[in-house]
């Protein structure tokens, strides 16, 4: 099975709340990612756990805030976020990050609009 | 520098008949090498990778992949293109991007099967 799961599907929200994205995989995948894709365009990575530890932050504002509960969740919270924010958000797993032939296997996605 | 280009950003073709989605490629040492596929309102999905051995890699729904080392290319392809096929293709590439291996996606081609 190679199932990676997101909620919500859909996300508005105002540039003053806090929300969060979640992300779940059952792969017993060591390694999850998430990125940001605008439309049209291939996603970017935004951060990288690598068993459960931040490995790669790629230069994220704070106002995103990832965290990894454990092996098989991912959150990413969310706090005073302006209009350009709005995106699909991708979650993936892989098997290990360190592994220059490791697979990621995307979620479905979270699409995000800030008004 | 290390990159991924598709060289077309739309591709059409009609039902029944061949298709393929090109990609060329730019990295110091080994490539390995992924496509992609993402269907409207979702993720990614993939497909195939070529990692070393045998030029033809076979993957999901009918597709293949050629890659050939002195062109730098890995060109996806179907022998029988169906209306479903029709989505946004992703070709990428694991790649050293300073202290550590990201995957650098293509810019995406848009596929248009015609009934």
């Known amino acids: 099975d190679t199932e990676v799961t997101q909620t919500p599907k859909h996300l508005v929200m105002g540039m003053t709340n806090k929300k969060s994205l979640k992300c779940e995989q059952h792969?017993?995948?060591?390694?999850m990612y998430w990125y940001k894709q605008k439309a049209k365009k291939p996603p970017e990575l935004m951060f990288v756990?690598?068993?459960?530890?931040?490995?790669i932050n790629e230069s994220v504002p704070s106002r995103f805030s990832p965290e990894c509960p454990n092996s098989s969740l991912l959150n990413l919270h969310l706090h005073a976020l302006q209009p350009e924010d709005s995106a699909l958000y991708l979650c993936?797993?892989?098997?290990?990050?360190?592994?220059?032939?490791?697979?990621?296997?995307f979620g479905p996605g979270t699409r995000l609009t800030v008004l | 520098a290390q990159s991924v280009a598709q060289p077309e950003d739309q591709v059409n073709v009609a039902e029944g008949n061949p298709l393929t989605v090109k990609c060329t490629y730019s990295?110091?040492?080994?490539?390995?090498l992924f496509w992609y596929v993402q269907y409207p309102n979702r993720g990614l999905q993939f497909l195939l990778k070529?990692?070393?051995?045998?030029?033809l890699v076979k993957g999901s729904y009918g597709f293949e992949a050629e890659f050939n080392k002195s062109q730098t290319s890995f060109h996806l392809k179907k022998p029988s293109a169906l209306v479903s096929d029709s989505a946004l293709y992703f070709c990428?590439?694991?790649?050293?991007?300073?202290?550590?291996?990201?995957?650098?996606f293509g810019p995406g081609t848009s596929l248009s099967v015609i009934p």
């Open positions: 756990y690598s068993y459960e530890k931040l490995s």
């Open positions: 990295v110091s040492g080994n490539p390995y």
């Open positions: 070529y990692i070393t051995g045998d030029n």
């Open positions: 993936a797993s892989s098997q290990d990050f360190m592994q220059s032939t490791d697979t990621q296997y």
């Open positions: 990428a590439v694991r790649a050293k991007k300073t202290s550590y291996d990201k995957v650098i």
């Open positions: 792969m017993g995948h060591r390694a």
